[in-house]
Nanobody, 120 residues
Framework: QVQLVESGGGLVQPGGSLRLSCATS????????MSWYRQAPGQERELVAQ????????NYADSVKGRFTISRDNAKQSVDLQMNSLKPDDTAVYYC?????????????WGQGTQVTVSS
């Protein structure tokens, strides 16, 4: 059974930091690209950051470049998102996603999401 379980969300003041974690099981972690998405109320889900299965190449949305860092640990089958200098616009539900490196349209999995709220 495939499981992706996010943790680390919460309420933080503007300028603060949070670290999200996604623990996975039930699939071959090393063959999947890992991503963090977010969805704010009334908006579409958007890609925040991605780390590829090979060479651990990373990509970021322009809105988070220089503030967020994605990392993966194949031994622990987990992916983290370090979020610094948080802004109110970062408020959203953050989702972890695993996408197979060769079958991206057929083999992908989502976590249940974790709420991040940036507010004073």
């Amino acid at each position: 059974q495939v499981q992706l379980v996010e943790s680390g969300g919460g309420l933080v003041q503007p300028g603060g930091s949070l670290r999200l974690s996604c623990a996975t099981s039930g699939f071959t972690f090393s063959t999947h690209h890992m991503s963090w998405y977010r969805q704010a109320p009334g908006q579409e889900r958007e890609l925040v950051a991605q780390v590829m299965s090979t060479r651990h190449v990373t990509n970021y949305a322009d809105s988070v470049k220089g503030r967020f860092t994605i990392s993966r640990d194949n031994a622990k089958q987990s992916v983290d998102l370090q979020m610094n200098s948080l802004k109110p616009d970062d408020t959203a539900v953050y989702y972890c996603k695993a996408t197979h490196q060769f079958y991206p349209d057929k083999r992908y999995y989502w976590g249940q999401g974790t709420q991040v709220t940036v507010s004073s």
